[in-house]
């Protein structure tokens, strides 16, 4: 019986077909290079990897350390994020609090300081969009609510209670 000599489609599938040298572990190609540092050097040094929940454990028990790194836990927003907020609440209640373009004229202000309020207030209307500013003062509610918030991520950030400065 003659065998016939595989063809090179057939040999170019198998190789398809074969997991790839760094898929060869499973599916963490970071695992799989720290097993394959530790078989070609034989370190002097224990390569220890950590799982998620561990990380998740050393972190709750320590978030003085986690706040300093700005690491976020499943429980505690990172800082960066809570300071984006307070940023985005801030432009909002600045924006609200400067008066209507109609009205720019009755302040007795340099020209060039209305000039900068109301292109400030431009690229707020930009960034923000005009009705979303809109819902802001829709009502007394919609403007304590928004005061609320900005007092408490910066009661968060350690500033005193009550804290609505623009």
Known sequence: ????????????QDKIDEPAPEDAGG???????????ERSN???FRVRVW????LLQLVAKNLDIAFRHDVG????RRVSEILSAESELADRLWY????LDENVDLYDCADD??????????EMEQQYCVEELAKDVES???????????????????????????
């Open 113 to 122: 300081i209305k000039a900068g309020m109301l292109a400030a207030k431009r």
């Open 96 to 99: 609200e609090r400067k008066p």
């Open 27 to 37: 599916g963490n190609g970071a695992k799989n290079w720290l097993a394959d540092y």
């Open 140 to 166: 007394d509610w919609n403007w304590g609510y928004l005061s609320g918030r900005i007092s408490a991520l910066r009661w968060v950030l350690g500033e005193d209670w009550g804290m609505l400065d623009s």
């Open 51 to 54: 799982e998620k929940p561990q």
């Open 73 to 76: 836990t499943s429980t505690l």
């Open 1 to 12: 019986m003659d065998q016939q000599p595989e063809s090179r489609e057939s040999a170019a």
């Open 42 to 44: 034989r370190p002097p």
